[in-house]
């Protein structure tokens, strides 16, 4: 807590870029008016809670795991993101990481 | 970082949760419900044009103009909607004044609900559960180790944030700052004095 409290130092704004990329598409996805603000909230504060529940949540990396959780799930109960495409599109990413020669941009196969 | 070195076959693979969000925007943009540019667009926004510099430029206001301080202190959301700053997500913007009397502090005890036009997106302890848990418990411990030491006789109420209201504390005008223009004074206002965990600086 002291650490955390204490440490006064600019920070940058989103620590990974995923997290900016998670927050950009949470926003955009509220703004085309695919669910509520109020909704997202309460979602997201349920993630938190139950995420919190065996160790405190340092407000980093963990509170960006819990806004990609609630998303996903939040996208799976409408139906917009099934999880099983989500999981074969994940794969697919993966593949394409692993087999484009270092240095060269990176698309999906099949698109 | 286990890739580091440059004779690596193939392109760096980015953590999981980064392929996991890669996988949503994939879908997503396929459907047409988002578009790439206006992701971006987004981000550099939050990332370089939105910060404590507004909610500063709001305070040397109310500050120097009398009128505009009770404006805002009635009905803060037209007040900065008319300066540019408005929420994207609908809610109210509620700005609360410190006075010898009391001291406000702001949290989020649902998740982190904070005047993102305003303030930009919350530290990292803003999102801890450390600060959420305890701001409300113990505020002046809280405030001691963020340096703030109150005088004796000034109380503190904490303020939850919601998804639908967002609080800006109006730090106290420091002394020694009149003649100041707006832009001297925005220049004395942080981020922490206006979530309540600072105090304005006071000009050298």
Redesign the interface.
């Known amino acids: 807590?002291?650490d955390?409290?204490?440490?006064m130092a600019p920070?940058p704004?989103?620590?990974?870029?995923?997290h900016?990329?998670?927050?950009?598409?949470t926003?955009?996805?509220?703004?085309?008016g695919?669910f509520d603000?109020?909704d997202?909230?309460?979602r997201?504060?349920a993630t938190?809670k139950r995420n919190?529940l065996d160790h405190?949540?340092?407000?980093?990396d963990d509170?960006?795991?819990a806004w990609?959780e609630t998303?996903?799930a939040l996208?799976a109960e409408q139906g917009?993101?099934l999880p099983d495409?989500?999981?074969?599109?994940?794969q697919?990413?993966?593949e394409a990481?692993?087999?484009?020669?270092?240095?060269?941009p990176?698309h999906?196969r099949d698109? | 970082m286990p890739h580091d070195d440059h004779d690596h076959p193939h392109a760096l693979l980015p953590p999981e949760p980064a392929l996991r969000v890669k996988a949503l925007e994939t879908i997503l943009t396929r459907k047409g419900l988002i578009d790439p540019a206006a992701l971006d667009e987004i981000i550099d926004t939050y990332q370089n044009r939105i910060g404590p510099q507004n909610g500063a430029r709001v305070v040397a206001k109310a500050w120097s103009d009398p009128e505009f301080r009770a404006a805002l202190l009635e009905d803060a959301t037209p007040v900065v909607a008319g300066l540019g700053y408005y929420g994207r997500q609908g809610e109210h913007i509620v700005v609360v004044e410190n006075t010898p009397a009391q001291h406000n502090m702001v949290v989020c005890t649902l998740c982190s609900c904070y005047p993102w036009p305003l303030l930009g997106i919350p530290p990292g302890w803003y999102k801890s559960d450390a600060y959420r848990a305890r701001a409300v418990r113990e505020p002046r411990k809280v405030l001691a180790e963020f340096g703030v030491t109150l005088a004796e006789g000034t109380s503190v109420r904490v303020w939850d944030s919601t998804a639908e209201i967002r609080y800006l504390i109006l730090p106290m005008r420091p002394e020694g700052t009149e003649g100041l223009t707006e832009d001297e004074l925005a220049a004395l206002v942080t981020r922490d004095s206006m979530i309540g965990t600072g105090l304005p600086k006071v000009p050298a």
């Open positions: 807590m002291s955390c409290i204490a440490h920070e704004v989103f620590a990974e870029p995923w900016a990329q998670i927050f950009a598409v926003v955009a996805l509220n703004e085309a695919r603000w109020p997202w909230a309460a997201f504060s938190l919190g405190a949540l340092d407000g980093g509170y960006f795991h990609l998303l996903e996208l917009t993101a495409d989500v999981r074969g599109l994940h697919a990413w993966e990481y692993l087999t484009t020669p270092h240095g060269q990176v999906l698109s």
